[in-house]
Every structure is written in C-alpha cells, then in structure tokens.
C-alpha cells in the first residue's frame, strides 16, 4: 500500500520571514495528515523552514538542484547543500525550470541520479503542453519524459523516488485536469514503470498529480488507484493547503 505525498511547491514566493509565519499557519492545519507533507521551499527559506517545522510532521525539500558537486556554478545549489540544510525532497524537471531556463531531459536525468546518489528524494515533474494534448500525442511525450529522465536509475531507487504528472496548461491557471485524464496519464506512467523495470517497482513508485489542486477537488484527484497524492502550487501558500494535505 503506497503511503500518499502532499507536496508544496512554493516556487518563487516568500521571504524568509513570511515563510516562517506561513509555516506557522500551515503546522496545525496539515498536523493530522495521514500523508507525507511536503514543503518545497526557495533555497533562502530551507534553513528558516526547517526550523520551524521541527519537530512536526513536515518534511523540507528544494525547488531545484545543480547536478555538480561543487565548484564555480555561480547562483546554483548542490545536493549537499540541500541536504546539509535539513531537506529530504526535491523538485526536479518542474515544467517552469524546462520552459524558462531550458532544462532537457537530458538535464532531468543528471539531477535525478545526482539526487539519489546523495539520499535526497526526487520528485520529478513531467507533463504536456496544451498542444501536445491537442495534437494526441500526451502518452508519447510523457513516456519519453520518463525513459529519459530515469534513464541509469536502478529499479529500488525508482521504488523509493515520487514522479509528478503536471500537465503544463494545468499549472497556475485554474484548469485542472478532469480526473480521468489525471488518472489515465499518472496509470500510463506506472505501465511505463513497469515495463521499464518490473511491476514490483511500478506498484512501489509514488505517482502525484499537479495542476491547479484546490480545496475542492483534490479528495477526488487522490481517490484515484493511481494518483498518490498532489504537487500543489498556488494553493500551497493559504490555508487550503491544510485540506489538500487531508484529503
Ligand atoms: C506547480 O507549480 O507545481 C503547480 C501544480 O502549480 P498550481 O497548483 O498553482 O497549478
């Protein structure tokens, strides 16, 4: 049985001190989650967040990491890093980072494998975009995303990682996918899985839905067999964020 994984995704929102004040909102409310909560957090706020979700039942993770150890890659952050800061999680290939700053899948691949050679969990985004939809070809592309991005990963570190279906039209604009679409594309990820490596490890992977998650649909998007829970943007940063985690 796949434990679910409610993860916040507050993208480029909040100093370190509203993060702090938001976390304060959010402990009470996300406290009696039988999930695993998750608050992904710009790298300035990871040290203010840890701190004051210590103790609680929220776990920390970054937005993004740079696939290098270390070294002269100004304004990037390394798993280390992360890590040494108190995260367990981390975003990787979210559809903002491929669009604006050109990641590839290519990218993708370096970062997940960085991530897991280190013991911080990847939650690597995949999705979409409207026209791809439009023109049938969803499944090609998300299969694509995933060869590619888990490409080296060994089966038992697949089992343990958390893959984020977000159609990108979804995405901060309030349409939401319906829910057979978010099921269809999250169970062709866990075929995918499957057929990859073994059914073992597709039963085992944790599959998310993101796309606009509310307060109001995400009790439905998370009843379904192969929707483990939901990356949430807009509504990780209010108090909705406390009955998306309960749902
Ligand atoms: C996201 O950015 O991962 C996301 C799903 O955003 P929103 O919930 O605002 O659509």
């Known amino acids: 049985m796949r434990k679910k994984i409610v993860a916040g995704n507050w993208k480029m929102n909040m100093t370190p001190s509203q993060a702090v004040a938001l976390c304060e909102t959010l402990k009470p409310l996300v406290a009696g989650s039988e999930a695993d909560v998750v608050f992904c957090v710009p790298a300035i706020d990871i040290v203010p967040v840890v701190e004051a979700v210590k103790g609680t039942n929220i776990e920390v993770g970054g937005e993004n990491l740079y696939f290098e150890d270390k070294g002269a890659y100004t304004g990037e952050i390394s798993a280390d890093m992360l890590l040494d800061a108190g995260c367990k999680y981390v975003i990787i290939g979210h559809s903002e980072r491929r669009d604006y700053f050109k990641e590839t899948d290519e990218i993708v691949n370096k970062k997940v494998k960085k991530a897991i050679e280190k013991g911080l969990t990847p939650i690597m985004c995949c999705g979409e975009s409207l026209e791809q939809r439009e023109q049938g070809i969803t499944l090609d ?32 604009t309030g349409v939401t ?71």
């Open 141 to 172: 592309w998300i299969r694509m995303q995933i060869k590619i991005g888990l490409q080296g990963v060994d089966a038992a570190d697949v089992a343990k990682m958390v893959i984020a279906y977000e159609p990108i039209w979804a995405i901060g």
């Open 177 to 247: 996918a319906t829910t057979e679409q978010a099921q269809e594309v999250c169970g062709a990820i866990r075929q995918c899985i499957a057929e990859i490596y073994c059914q073992d490890t597709a039963d085992a992977v944790r599959i998310q839905y993101g796309g606009s998650v509310n307060a109001g649909n995400a009790a439905e998007l998370f009843s379904q067999p192969d929707i483990d829970g939901g990356l949430v943007g807009g509504a990780s940063l209010k108090a909705d964020f406390g009955v998306i985690a309960n749902a």
